[in-house]
């Protein structure tokens, strides 16, 4: 087979270390389109990108010759350097969240990760992610789901 054809889409999100607020206000879109550009030079497409100053929601489009888990410890390595020079000390939390997409759904998660700043008028980011677990149907310790 000289081609693989796949639709492989990908919800990722992040946080800060201790989710704590680390990404000013005046950095976040700035943020955005620097994900956007890591991944158009690393071969790989960012959907979406949206957050807030303790989090941050990506929609991959994953080639079949990229792991989620290198595209993604490829993003934060390089946002952390980048928001370190920008804005001070800056680590993000050693895990992740990874959500498959149905492509019949791009529209709808699109519109709900650049709605974030909205989103979380109503809602904590751990209620939020407790509640994306739950949605996907992904198993979780409620009790250890934020320990350090």
Request: with cysteine; glycine share 8%.
């Amino acid at each position: 087979m000289l081609h693989a054809h796949a639709a492989n889409f990908v919800h990722c999100v992040f946080s800060t270390k201790n989710r704590r607020d680390q990404i000013p206000a005046e950095l976040q879109e700035k943020l955005y389109a620097y994900l956007i550009g890591i991944a158009g030079n690393l071969g790989f497409k960012i959907l979406a990108a949206g957050g807030t100053a303790n989090h941050v929601h990506v929609l991959i489009g994953l080639p079949p010759s990229l792991t989620l888990a290198g595209v993604v410890q490829k993003l934060k390595a390089n946002s952390s350097r980048w928001l370190g020079e920008n804005s001070g000390g800056f680590e993000w939390q050693k895990r992740y969240g990874a959500f498959s997409v149905s492509p019949s759904l791009l529209p709808t998660v699109q519109a709900y990760i650049r709605n974030q700043a909205e989103h979380h008028k109503k809602r904590s980011f751990e209620e939020e992610f407790a509640a994306l677990l739950k949605k996907s149907g992904v198993a979780y310790d409620a009790g250890r789901l934020f320990a350090a």
